[in-house]
């Protein structure tokens, strides 16, 4: 098993769609993340978890909903993209959040049309 | 506010022509910066941590150096697997959990 698994690899949806993006890792650690990582832009945080406890929140818009049911499993539900939210999303863990060595995944290329 | 900027954006070298990345940064007070390296439809992984001015890490033909304002990245006598988007990151003190701030990234070829 690699350390950090993303499922689906790529998804296509409307604007009016749902769908969940779901992240594992199999490397015993505490904090999970999920970035979005847009052309042209710097790998941006979205949400931090530790402990199964979301501790940051970087004023992302309510269309993005993450879950994390415990500690080796992360989802990011999506409600009513929009185009512009297209975008490689990418999930992390890391030891802890005070030790920012994280360990991405592959990614899920996500168009919203 | 809080800022790192890469450059070049873009670097295209020949095989064997050593080079040098450069990140500059802008923080209230450093925590620790670090490298990672993108290989296209990967995940960024991670090759570096510096914490202190004067700090320096090697890994292979890479070797990442660290002054109050900047890091350098150099790359001796490159090869073709060299070839990556390399990004830089920082952590401040009193940030946010979790929260490091990222660079754009140089993307780097390296030619046979």
């Known amino acids: 098993e690699t350390g950090v698994t993303q499922t689906p690899r790529h998804l296509v949806m409307g604007m009016t769609n749902k769908k969940s993006l779901k992240c594992e890792q199999h490397?015993?650690?505490?904090?999970m993340y999920w970035y979005k990582q847009s052309a042209k832009k710097p790998l941006e945080l979205m949400f931090v978890?530790?402990?199964?406890?979301?501790?940051e929140n970087n004023s992302v818009p309510s269309r993005f909903s993450p879950e994390c049911p415990n500690s080796s499993h992360l989802f990011l539900h999506l409600h009513t993209l929009q185009p512009e939210d297209s975008a490689l999303y990418l999930c992390?863990?890391?030891?802890?959040?005070?030790?920012?060595?994280?360990?991405f995944g592959s990614g899920t290329q996500l168009s919203v049309l | 506010e809080d800022q790192v900027t890469q450059s070049p954006e873009a670097l295209r070298l020949q095989e064997g022509e050593s080079s040098s990345l450069n990140c500059s940064y802008t923080v209230s007070g450093l925590r620790g910066l670090f490298w990672y390296r993108q290989d296209p439809g990967k995940g960024p992984e991670f090759l570096f941590t510096l914490y202190s001015a004067g700090e320096e890490k090697e890994k292979e033909r890479l070797k990442a150096t660290l002054t109050k304002k900047e890091s350098f990245l150099h790359i001796t006598a490159p090869k073709p697997e060299d070839s990556a988007t390399y990004l830089c990151a920082v952590q401040a003190y009193g940030g946010s959990q979790g929260n490091l701030i990222f660079g754009k990234g140089t993307k780097l070829s390296v030619k046979p």
């Open positions: 992390a863990s890391s030891q802890t959040t005070g030790n920012e060595k994280l360990f």
């Open positions: 490397l015993g650690h505490n904090a």
């Open positions: 978890y530790s402990l199964e406890e979301r501790v």
